[in-house]
């Protein structure tokens, strides 16, 4: 079946440093990549939706320039915490669309655990 | 707006018991339902899906029915067995497609 990774797994880093975690979808392409968060004992939230060589389109309540979101080949996307503090610590998790497959298909990568320190 | 809730884990269950995973869900017309699993260290799995009322998703021995007169998507198992141990999403898509809106998640344990 479809495989999504996500690199780290986990990363713990100090408040006001920037932390990169990758998502790739390892034996497909995907034309649509989506970032969520998921808060303990929570649902998993959609942050954003990524497209292949275009802009991401970020949720209400968002933040952009805190998120930065990258979708720069169709097997990778990157999302970047900037100047991340407590309050950002959260499990992410992103999932991938295949090239050409219904809305309903999403493959889900295992999750980062972001701690900041 | 769109909206999961899902009974609340853990739920811990000795081999070969019968499982019930509540899930009810506030939409606008007629969303698509959805449950997933998720097992340790990996990512989520489409379990099951149904896409109008009355339609039943099957997967694994796992069933859920589209339930809109109750606005409800129970997730069952006859016989669960400790493999089946993982954590389960209810989630929906609304009718006129957009993004997944997703419970809480319901944490199962299946002892031997």
């Known amino acids: ?53 275009s802009k991401a389109t970020y949720e209400q309540g968002v933040e952009k320039d805190k998120f930065l979101i990258n979708h720069a080949s169709l097997t990778l996307s990157t999302l970047t915490v900037t100047s991340a503090h407590p309050e950002d610590s959260s499990f992410y998790i992103c999932s991938a669309r295949p090239h050409h497959r219904a809305a309903d298909t999403q493959y889900f990568g295992p999750g980062t655990r972001l701690t900041v320190l | 707006g769109n909206s999961v809730t899902q009974m609340e884990g853990p739920v811990t269950l000795s081999e070969e018991a019968f499982l019930t995973i509540n899930c009810t ?10 449950w997933y699993v998720q097992y340790p260290g990996e990512g989520l799995q489409l379990l099951l899906k149904a896409t109008k009322a009355d339609d039943k998703g099957s997967n694994k021995g796992f069933e859920a029915t589209y339930r809109k007169e109750t606005t409800s998507f129970h997730l069952e198992k006859g016989s669960v067995q400790v493999s089946d141990s993982a954590v389960y999403f209810c989630a929906l898509r609304g009718n006129q497609g957009g993004k997944l809106i997703f419970g809480q998640g319901t944490e199962l344990s299946v002892k031997p």
């Open chain 2, 25 to 34: 869900y506030t939409a606008t017309g007629y969303p698509s339902l959805f």
């Open chain 1, 1 to 53: 079946g479809a495989v999504v990774s996500q690199h780290p797994s986990w990363v713990i880093c100090k408040s006001g440093t920037s932390v990169k975690i990758e998502c790739r979808s390892l034996d497909f392409q995907a034309t649509t990549m989506f970032w969520y968060r998921q808060f303990p004992k929570q649902s998993l939230m959609l942050m954003a939706t990524s497209n292949e060589g």
